[in-house]
């Protein structure tokens, strides 16, 4: 399979406990984004990088949370200390290299955090 | 006001039936998006277009970018097809590419 993958896909944690979500880009992809998304809701735009520079990050995005894409291929995603609200689906997306309207984004299966 | 509405929330169709679904969008934008999400979470890329018409099978994407409103057609609609549809949008300028998306519309398409 050499679409976009994530790990794990369904994650539950106790409240206060950190966690990582990884996601592994198609490989000649160089730009990433990191989306959440609520029961019910559309996906929101968390964070976006281009190689291994993390380019914008949403106001969503509390000091809690911090993501990485060390050598420009995959990323993660830690939430600490994490809260009941963190509860969501967490969306990878990656697209190639773009053009100037940008080009199609390609999602990952997402992974399901439940924090009880 | 979300920059992104989608009409209807949720649709009923009988199998067979012509289904559209809706996006208006507010602001300024260099393409949009319409996206198929399953339960369980998988979304799957459908059309990016920034002006027409495209079709795809039984899909069809129309977008008006003066009316700021862009339409998803369903021909011979079928239960295989029942999912959530989404609409995003790309806005114009900037140097970044995130999606702003809408809630989504979801369709059940009965036998």
């Known amino acids: 399979d050499t679409g976009v993958s994530q790990d794990p896909r369904h994650k539950i944690t106790k409240r206060g406990q950190n966690v990582t979500f990884r996601c592994d880009p198609i490989s000649e992809h160089n730009r990433l984004y990191w989306y959440r998304q609520t029961l019910g809701q559309g996906p929101e735009f968390l964070t976006y990088?281009?190689?291994?520079?993390?380019?914008?990050k949403s106001r969503l995005l509390s000091d809690r949370f911090s993501a990485e894409r060390p050598k420009g291929s995959f990323s993660t995603l830690e939430i600490q200390r994490t809260e009941q609200g963190d509860s969501a689906m967490y969306l990878c997306?990656?697209?190639?290299?773009?053009?100037?309207?940008?080009?199609?984004?390609?999602f990952g299966p997402g992974t399901r955090l439940t924090v009880l | 006001k979300n920059e992104v509405e989608q009409s209807p929330q949720n649709l009923t169709a009988q199998e067979g039936e012509f289904i559209t679904i809706n996006c208006s969008y507010s602001?300024?934008?260099?393409?949009l998006h319409w996206l198929q999400q399953h339960p369980g979470g998988g979304i799957v890329s459908l059309f990016m277009l920034s002006s027409g018409k495209k079709k795809h099978g039984r899909l069809i994407a129309t977008i008006n970018i003066q009316e700021k409103h862009s339409s998803l057609h369903i021909t011979a609609s079928h239960p295989r097809d029942s999912a959530v549809y989404i609409c995003a949008v790309r806005l114009r300028g900037g140097s970044n590419y995130k999606l702003t998306f809408g809630k989504g519309t979801l369709l059940t398409v009965n036998p």
């Open positions: 997306a990656s697209s190639p290299r773009g053009l100037a309207g940008g080009n199609e984004q390609f």
């Open positions: 602001v300024g934008i260099s393409a």
């Open positions: 990088f281009q190689n291994e520079a993390q380019l914008e």
